[in-house]
Nanobody
């Protein structure tokens, strides 16, 4: 873990928005298939959203219509736009992606960023 870096977490009011970012640690590398997971206290890590290299996206039912996963035009930064946040969205969010690393795709994880939604 730790080859990807997430940012954008913090304290957000219910109904508010936040945007998480994910990049390769210390370098500008291509990101292929990318996924965002989250883990709430005392719960398992769950898949929230995914995007393929071709741009196909999927979402968990709990976030569908509220969250949007994307990549920038250079495909070196991924995002998770979170709208209409709910208390139950509070969790540590992890980025997971295939990174172009020394001539091959290697799957890496980030260390996570905490999103706290308060009332």
């Amino acid at each position: 873990q730790g080859q990807l870096v997430e940012s954008g977490g913090g304290l957000v009011l219910a109904g508010g928005t936040a945007r998480l970012s994910c990049t390769a640690s210390g370098r500008r590398s291509l990101l292929n298939n990318m996924r965002w997971y989250r883990q709430a206290p005392g719960k398992q890590r769950d898949l929230v959203a995914s995007i393929t290299g071709g741009g196909r996206t999927t979402y968990s039912d709990s976030v569908k219509g509220r969250f949007t996963i994307s990549r920038d035009n250079t495909a070196t930064t991924g995002y998770l736009q979170m709208n209409s946040l709910k208390l139950e969205d509070t969790a540590v969010y992890y980025c997971n992606a295939e990174v172009w690393d020394r001539g091959q795709w290697v799957e890496y994880w980030g260390k996570g960023t905490l999103v706290t939604v308060s009332s």
